[in-house]
């Protein structure tokens, strides 16, 4: 029995072999935030019941299946798509894949942060929610998780096919300029590679929904996507802007790093220049960058209490 499991498992296309990594990782996922909703609901039971209902009406909403059906259409189109880089074409793809699934998903957040919590309070239907023994900083917070498990929803599973198609990409590549077959381990080391670029790119879908939750409390969604957006820009600018004000006018140099203080670097969380230098991103850097994108989140949900608590419902 033994020898037989080990003949099929040879028989095995390379690529495929590597993706019960990919299982491995999405079960493991999926155990943390089940834990973590049984844990809420152990310690805040109205915190919990206000982020399952804002998750379950996200999931409901056609925009959520929309942008998961775009994105994996797209993720099994960059595969075959010519990019005619001389042998860069994994790169191509790792990059645009994670952009793809950033966008898909910052996208998902202030839609569902502008529906959840501007739509309600214009709607009236946040006075209601408060007129049970439910705090604000339940309603805030719970709208705030809540948007973050169909996000992490949406990252699993376009998550997986982006590294799935990395795997399939190496031996697409191969196939197309007659180089030698690739072996189960450099399909494997490609799906690695690009693992701490989907955790970053989580951090920032996260940081700008806590900043999309606070801008809410007291803007429609319009404006709450256009401010979100300017921030975006900036967020990747400010590093450059940073470094670029080195031995200026001190003037220049306040302007620059009060910037910095104020917007998120949002830079700090893109793993481009890694990947186009083929290589790997410590998990050390991913760590620090958790820190980061936690603390700037709980900034970003003060300043959506400081602005809610005294927001007129009426």
Not at 134 to 163: C, E, M, Q, T, Y
Not at 198 to 226: D, G, K, Q, Y
Not at 293 to 300: D, K, M, P, Q, R
Request: glycine content about 6%; overall charge neutral.
């Amino acid at each position: 029995m033994a020898v037989n499991s080990v003949v099929v498992f040879a028989a095995i296309a390379p690529w495929l072999k590597p993706l019960w990594l990919v299982a491995a990782g999405v079960l493991a996922i999926l155990v943390i935030v089940g834990l973590l909703q049984a844990l809420l609901r152990a310690i805040a039971p109205k915190l919990a019941a206000v982020a399952s209902a804002t998750a379950k009406e996200c999931l409901s909403q056609p925009l959520f299946y929309v942008l998961l059906a775009v994105g994996i259409g797209a993720l099994l189109i960059f595969p075959v798509f010519p990019y005619f880089t001389f042998g860069e074409d994994v790169k191509m793809v790792k990059d645009t894949g994670l952009v793809l699934i950033m966008i898909l998903s910052i996208i998902l957040a202030l839609w569902t942060a502008s529906t959840s919590i501007a739509d309600e309070i214009e709607g009236r239907t946040a006075m209601t929610v408060l007129s049970k023994p439910i705090a604000r900083w339940h309603f805030i917070l719970g709208k705030f998780l809540g948007i973050l498990l169909p996000v992490v929803i949406l990252f699993l599973v376009l998550g997986s096919v982006f590294l799935s198609t990395i795997s399939y990409k190496v031996k697409y590549d191969a196939r197309e300029t007659s180089n030698p077959a690739p072996t189960a381990d450099q399909c494997r080391d490609e799906m690695i590679q690009v693992t701490p670029g989907l955790a970053l790119a989580f951090m920032e879908t996260v940081v700008l929904a806590s900043i999309s939750v606070a801008i809410s409390t007291r803007l429609p969604m319009l404006p709450n996507l256009i401010i979100c957006g300017a921030i975006y820009v900036l967020g990747h600018l400010v590093p450059t802007l940073v470094n670029s004000t080195v031995g200026h006018l001190v003037f220049v140099r306040f302007v620059a790093h009060l910037l910095a203080t104020v917007f998120p670097m949002l830079e700090n969380f893109n793993i481009y220049p890694a990947i186009a230098a083929g290589k790997a991103v410590e998990w050390s850097y991913v760590g620090y960058s958790g820190i980061y994108c936690v603390i700037y989140s709980a900034a970003a949900m003060l300043f959506a209490l400081f602005l809610f608590e005294n927001r007129d419902l009426a």
